[in-house]
């Protein structure tokens, strides 16, 4: 009766918050306006004063254990004994009195079923503890072999859904050493880390193969054909263009000449690749063109490139403007989206480093893709170039794209859902060609003067070089007496400057202005 | 010498037969459960089931009254009943069936927020008993033992939402002898029978299809969840709630990149799913959830949190090796319990798993395919039969005890 009567009122308040407007359960009892049902209501008052009182739930369980009867049968083979317990358990830092107990009421009450549990389940109703760990935390080399099923599983996934039988990707780079030649390769360097099928990078350079760009190359693993073309990079745009494209061409010179088999996709150094274009070019026969985004930047003079902007938004164009193919309707190519350089004419950069626009041409070589055996001697069924490679040689025509190589431009496949996905983006930023930079961003031997910088997080001083004698001294009678708050900035700073005598004695004589002050 | 000119082209083909067939179970593995390779077995012509035709007040006038019976997760008794009533199986004589099926729609009662409630259940189908036991002499001749019904609720036919209270009641002693299709299941629990059929929760077969998205898609969740783990409406302390599993899965892994676990409702819940490895499917209040067949729909392995569950189709489905079972005291180890499967294990899970007629065995399609859920619920019957000759009660016995149970379920309905 006790059990019932409390478990009604425990079960009437889940009840009403579960089902909403939900009848009280009609197969229980009425309401029972007994002695004991007027005591329990009481005790329950009292234990929600209590929990007032005391600012946490008090439970009335507790009272269970003090009057509960054998009508209760409290298994203990479940409750597994406290120390048990006690190593498993890491109790929710909830204030609750309540006792972790699973409270078996199973026995006491299924009398009725004549299908009797025989054997005793080890699962039971009722309260359990929330288990935490003692250091709820990731493992890190559980993390690392996380990460290698995760990569095993998409390499199957690959296998099955993926490319059957992947080219070789061959990415041809034209590149020359400059102040962002390293951010720009490393850029391109670790796409084609990224790329999961077989990969041979044709890196060509200007001026001869030099070890800045042989190291940065080095630290790629990847398979890289590293040749020098003769001629020196020259300062205008106009010239840079048609260089790499002779430079391009000797590239596919080497293809042709060491048979290379699979896709030549040009990825020149200041583009950026996306993933999915390494994928979508396995879908290649012969020539494909895709779409690339240009993102034609100008740094600095705002007022001429707002007003290019506002220019744009005036007619239809998209805020990014796009180069690729065109298709109609049913996915055939029509014709070519070219870059629009009309609004741009005059003030476009004409040197490297200029700041103003820099223009691409009509249609960037990048945007191609070749199978690469259009370039080999023997032809077999493949769409005829107008000219032989070798043909090229010393030509000074400017060839803008590979269209101009093939006799028929309607065999060109367009990729990425017939050019509507960008699946790369143009674009060029250079420093000023007198620009200079530290050979390899390498500085060493390091720099002779630290000047502070002139504005820091913490209180600073105005330096002043008092003469080097005295300072040292000062420096070891001060050490002591300075707060935590300057000792991390002081740290910092002569660390990094251990070698050099003057300089240390330069930065410390900082803290001693500190305690003087203080 | 004839007959090298004949063994090289026969070798040929051998090899040629034998690359197509490691091709196709490079992808897919059949499966076979402990009753063998059943899921594919066709249920026509092995069993007969007779359909009752009870008063239109035990399932099309409540239906009427709350159409949205047919999307909740307990519609598989719905649709069980059309299915029926159009199948091959279906016989209109009596006397030469197998099984009687009973349309009896019992968990369309529901609340404004869309919960059934259970608690006129008992009577409805106490009433329904006692008239296809007056109608027809069927029920008397086994007291049921020929009899199966659907009973979808949270604890099957026990008719309660709340553990204590259904282990209370303990199963409808009417329907001791019937067979029971329901969708609980746990080992030695009261509200269990020997011989149910467990079944998976009803999930629209459109909605899933709707959401597919390319197979190419790289998984890159390892664990996925989205659900409570605290239900402070009924359970403030917490500890009730899922015996404490789902909040012992938050707390040692809230923080943890690999586990992507939230409360939130995100749209493109189903989307995600197929970008994960690995989904939770841990216990709620009862310890079966639609959870189980999303998972399985959309090829992530399920991860199942429930001690001693048991799972649809049990025997012809070998769940050992398609998901991974964690004992709830292990959750706070979950993670090295997950990083320390090896690959192959892993990716022979998901070979299992994108096998089609596994995924057909979770779902009730509209209209009906081979292979799916209700296939598999006839197929469990089948292989019931034959039926043991001493079900067929002597005249006048009586086994069931009419008068059991709370005094509130032996009022008309």
């Given at each position: 009766?006790k059990l019932?009567?409390?478990?009604?009122s425990?079960?009437n308040?889940?009840?009403n918050?579960f089902?909403?407007?939900?009848?009280?359960?009609?197969?229980?009892?009425?309401s029972?306006?007994?002695?004991?049902?007027?005591?329990w209501?009481?005790?329950?008052?009292?234990?929600?004063?209590i929990?007032?009182?005391?600012?946490?739930?008090?439970?009335?369980?507790?009272?269970?254990f003090l009057?509960?009867t054998?009508a209760?049968?409290?298994?203990?083979s479940?409750?597994?004994s406290?120390t048990?317990?006690?190593?498993?358990?890491?109790?929710?830092p909830?204030?609750?009195?309540n006792?972790?107990?699973?409270?078996?009421?199973?026995?006491?009450?299924t009398t009725?079923?004549a299908a009797?549990?025989?054997?005793s389940?080890?699962?039971v109703?009722?309260?359990?503890?929330?288990?935490?760990?003692?250091?709820?935390?990731?493992?890190?080399?559980?993390?690392?072999?996380?990460h290698?099923?995760?990569?095993?599983?998409?390499?199957?996934?690959?296998?099955?859904?993926?490319?059957k039988?992947?080219?070789?990707?061959?990415?041809?780079?034209?590149?020359?050493?400059?102040?962002?030649?390293?951010l720009?390769?490393?850029?391109?360097?670790?796409?084609?880390?990224?790329?999961?099928?077989?990969?041979?990078?044709?890196?060509?350079?200007?001026?001869?193969?030099?070890?800045?760009?042989?190291?940065?190359?080095?630290?790629s693993?990847?398979?890289?054909?590293?040749?020098?073309?003769?001629?020196?990079?020259p300062?205008s745009?106009?010239?840079?263009?048609?260089?790499?494209?002779?430079?391009?061409?000797?590239a596919?010179?080497?293809?042709?000449?060491?048979?290379?088999?699979?896709i030549?996709?040009?990825?020149?150094?200041?583009n950026?690749?996306?993933?999915?274009l390494?994928?979508?070019i396995?879908?290649?026969?012969w020539?494909?063109?895709?779409?690339?985004?240009i993102?034609?930047?100008?740094?600095?003079?705002?007022?001429s490139s707002v007003?290019?902007?506002?220019?744009?938004?005036?007619?239809?164009?998209?805020?990014m403007?796009v180069?690729?193919?065109?298709?109609?309707?049913?996915?055939q190519?029509?014709?070519?989206?070219?870059?629009n350089?009309?609004?741009?004419?005059?003030?476009?950069a004409?040197?490297?480093?200029?700041r103003a626009?820099?223009?691409p041409?009509?249609?960037?070589?990048?945007?191609?893709?070749?199978?690469s055996r259009?370039?080999?001697?023997?032809?077999?069924?493949?769409?005829?170039?107008?000219?032989?490679l070798?043909?090229?040689?010393?030509?000074?025509?400017?060839?803008?794209?590979?269209?101009?190589?093939l006799?028929?431009?309607?065999?060109?496949?367009p990729?990425?859902?017939?050019?509507?996905?960008?699946?790369?983006?143009?674009?060029?930023?250079?420093a000023?060609?007198d620009?200079?930079?530290?050979?390899?961003?390498i500085?060493?031997?390091?720099?002779?003067?630290?000047?502070?910088?002139k504005?820091?997080p913490?209180?600073?001083?105005?330096?002043?070089?008092?003469?080097n004698?005295k300072?040292?001294?000062?420096?070891?009678?001060?050490?002591?007496?300075?707060?935590?708050?300057?000792?991390t900035?002081?740290?910092?700073?002569?660390s990094?400057?251990?070698?050099?005598?003057?300089?240390?004695?330069?930065?410390?004589q900082?803290?001693?202005?500190?305690?003087?002050?203080? | 010498?004839r007959?090298?000119?004949?063994?090289?082209?026969v070798l040929?083909?051998?090899?040629?037969?034998?690359?197509?067939?490691?091709?196709?179970?490079?992808?897919?593995?059949?499966?076979?459960?402990?009753?063998?390779?059943?899921?594919?077995?066709?249920?026509?012509?092995?069993?007969?089931?007779?359909?009752?035709?009870?008063p239109?007040?035990?399932?099309k006038?409540?239906?009427?009254?709350?159409?949205r019976?047919?999307n909740h997760?307990?519609?598989?008794?719905?649709?069980?009943?059309?299915?029926?009533?159009?199948?091959?199986?279906?016989?209109?004589?009596?006397?030469?069936?197998d099984?009687f099926?009973?349309?009896?729609?019992i968990?369309?009662?529901?609340?404004?927020?869309?919960?059934?409630?259970?608690?006129?259940?008992?009577?409805?189908m106490?009433?329904?008993?006692?008239?296809?036991?007056?109608?027809?002499?069927?029920?008397n001749?086994?007291?049921?033992?020929?009899?199966?019904?659907?009973?979808?609720?949270d604890?099957?036919?026990?008719f309660?939402?709340?553990?204590?209270?259904?282990?209370?009641?303990?199963?409808?002693?009417?329907?001791?002898?019937?067979?029971?299709?329901?969708?609980?299941?746990?080992?030695?629990?009261?509200?269990?029978?020997?011989?149910?059929i467990?079944?998976?929760?009803?999930?629209?077969?459109?909605?899933?299809?709707?959401h597919?998205?390319?197979?190419e898609?790289?998984?890159?969740?390892?664990?996925y969840?989205?659900?409570?783990f605290?239900?402070?409406?009924?359970?403030?302390?917490?500890?009730?709630y899922?015996?404490?599993?789902?909040?012992?899965?938050?707390?040692?892994?809230?923080?943890?990149?690999?586990?992507d676990?939230?409360?939130?409702?995100?749209?493109?819940?189903?989307e995600?799913?197929?970008?994960?490895?690995?989904?939770?499917?841990?216990?709620g209040?009862?310890?079966?959830?639609?959870?189980?067949?999303e998972?399985?729909?959309?090829?992530?392995?399920?991860?199942i949190?429930?001690?001693?569950?048991?799972?649809?189709?049990?025997d012809?489905?070998?769940?050992?090796?398609?998901?991974?079972?964690?004992?709830?005291?292990?959750?706070?180890?979950?993670?090295?319990?997950l990083?320390?499967?090896?690959?192959?294990?892993?990716?022979?899970?998901?070979?299992?798993?994108?096998?089609?007629?596994?995924k057909?065995a979770?779902?009730?399609p509209?209209?009906t395919?081979p292979?799916?859920?209700?296939?598999?619920?006839?197929?469990?019957?089948?292989?019931?039969?034959p039926?043991?000759k001493?079900?067929?009660l002597?005249?006048?016995?009586?086994?069931?005890?009419?008068?059991?149970?709370?005094?509130?379920?032996?009022?008309?309905?």
């Amino acid at each position: 009766m006790k059990l019932s009567a409390l478990q009604q009122s425990y079960m009437n308040r889940r009840n009403n918050s579960f089902r909403g407007s939900a009848p009280l359960d009609s197969s229980s009892d009425g309401s029972i306006k007994s002695p004991s049902a007027i005591f329990w209501l009481i005790l329950h008052g009292l234990c929600c004063l209590i929990s007032l009182v005391l600012g946490y739930r008090f439970s009335r369980l507790v009272f269970f254990f003090l009057f509960s009867t054998s009508a209760t049968n409290l298994y203990t083979s479940p409750f597994r004994s406290a120390t048990d317990l006690s190593q498993t358990l890491n109790f929710h830092p909830n204030p609750v009195v309540n006792p972790e107990l699973p409270f078996n009421r199973t026995a006491a009450t299924t009398t009725t079923t004549a299908a009797a549990t025989t054997s005793s389940s080890r699962v039971v109703v009722g309260r359990h503890g929330i288990r935490i760990r003692p250091w709820p935390h990731p493992n890190p080399d559980e993390v690392m072999k996380a990460h290698r099923i995760i990569e095993r599983v998409q390499m199957e996934q690959r296998l099955q859904f993926g490319v059957k039988n992947p080219k070789t990707v061959i990415a041809v780079t034209p590149t020359y050493v400059r102040t962002f030649q390293t951010l720009h390769l490393t850029g391109v360097m670790h796409s084609l880390m990224l790329v999961p099928y077989d990969l041979v990078w044709i890196v060509v350079e200007a001026g001869g193969v030099t070890n800045e760009t042989s190291s940065v190359l080095a630290k790629s693993g990847l398979r890289i054909i590293h040749v020098g073309f003769d001629k020196r990079m020259p300062n205008s745009w106009e010239g840079r263009h048609r260089l790499e494209t002779k430079m391009r061409l000797h590239a596919l010179r080497i293809v042709k000449e060491e048979k290379m088999d699979g896709i030549v996709m040009f990825a020149d150094d200041s583009n950026m690749h996306s993933s999915e274009l390494f994928d979508e070019i396995q879908n290649v026969k012969w020539v494909g063109a895709v779409s690339v985004g240009i993102l034609a930047h100008s740094s600095g003079t705002d007022e001429s490139s707002v007003s290019v902007i506002e220019k744009r938004e005036e007619g239809e164009n998209p805020s990014m403007p796009v180069q690729g193919p065109a298709c109609n309707a049913s996915n055939q190519l029509v014709g070519w989206h070219t870059f629009n350089s009309i609004p741009y004419a005059g003030k476009s950069a004409t040197y490297i480093g200029d700041r103003a626009i820099v223009l691409p041409r009509k249609l960037e070589w990048a945007g191609f893709v070749l199978n690469s055996r259009l370039f080999w001697k023997d032809a077999e069924e493949k769409p005829e170039l107008v000219k032989d490679l070798d043909s090229l040689d010393g030509v000074d025509e400017d060839i803008e794209s590979p269209l101009s190589l093939l006799k028929d431009i309607s065999v060109v496949e367009p990729l990425g859902s017939c050019g509507r996905q960008v699946l790369l983006w143009w674009l060029r930023v250079e420093a000023r060609a007198d620009s200079k930079f530290p050979s390899g961003w390498i500085v060493d031997p390091p720099l002779e003067i630290t000047v502070p910088s002139k504005r820091t997080p913490w209180p600073d001083a105005p330096p002043e070089l008092p003469s080097n004698e005295k300072v040292v001294v000062g420096v070891q009678e001060h050490t002591v007496k300075h707060s935590p708050k300057t000792r991390t900035p002081r740290s910092k700073r002569s660390s990094r400057s251990k070698r050099k005598h003057d300089t240390k004695i330069v930065d410390t004589q900082l803290p001693v202005r500190h305690s003087e002050q203080n | 010498m004839r007959i090298c000119i004949w063994v090289f082209p026969v070798l040929i083909v051998c090899g040629l037969v034998c690359r197509i067939n490691a091709d196709q179970t490079a992808r897919t593995e059949r499966i076979s459960g402990s009753a063998g390779d059943v899921l594919d077995d066709d249920p026509t012509g092995r069993l007969k089931v007779y359909v009752y035709e009870l008063p239109s007040k035990y399932n099309k006038k409540l239906l009427q009254k709350d159409p949205r019976c047919l999307n909740h997760m307990f519609a598989a008794e719905i649709y069980m009943h059309r299915f029926l009533l159009s199948s091959p199986v279906r016989t209109l004589n009596p006397e030469e069936a197998d099984w009687f099926y009973t349309p009896i729609y019992i968990t369309c009662d529901l609340t404004p927020t869309g919960l059934p409630l259970p608690f006129k259940s008992p009577r409805m189908m106490r009433s329904a008993i006692q008239l296809i036991s007056s109608k027809w002499p069927y029920w008397n001749r086994t007291e049921g033992a020929d009899h199966f019904f659907v009973v979808p609720h949270d604890f099957g036919a026990c008719f309660h939402y709340q553990e204590e209270k259904a282990i209370e009641r303990g199963i409808l002693p009417l329907l001791h002898r019937a067979t029971l299709v329901q969708t609980f299941g746990q080992r030695n629990h009261v509200c269990l029978n020997e011989g149910s059929i467990t079944i998976p929760p009803y999930a629209p077969p459109q909605k899933m299809q709707a959401h597919l998205i390319p197979q190419e898609t790289p998984r890159s969740i390892f664990v996925y969840f989205r659900g409570l783990f605290y239900d402070v409406n009924n359970d403030p302390e917490g500890g009730y709630y899922a015996r404490g599993a789902r909040a012992a899965v938050w707390e040692n892994f809230k923080d943890n990149a690999l586990f992507d676990i939230s409360t939130d409702h995100p749209t493109t819940y189903y989307e995600d799913m197929q970008r994960a490895i690995f989904c939770l499917c841990p216990l709620g209040w009862a310890p079966w959830s639609p959870r189980l067949v999303e998972a399985v729909v959309f090829g992530c392995i399920p991860i199942i949190i429930a001690d001693d569950i048991v799972l649809p189709f049990a025997d012809a489905i070998p769940w050992e090796e398609i998901g991974v079972f964690v004992a709830e005291e292990d959750v706070p180890n979950l993670d090295t319990i997950l990083t320390s499967i090896p690959p192959e294990v892993i990716l022979r899970k998901q070979r299992l798993l994108a096998n089609p007629s596994m995924k057909s065995a979770m779902m009730f399609p509209q209209p009906t395919q081979p292979g799916d859920a209700f296939h598999q619920i006839l197929n469990g019957l089948a292989r019931k039969l034959p039926h043991k000759k001493n079900i067929y009660l002597k005249s006048g016995e009586k086994l069931l005890n009419w008068t059991a149970g709370p005094v509130g379920d032996l009022k008309p309905w």
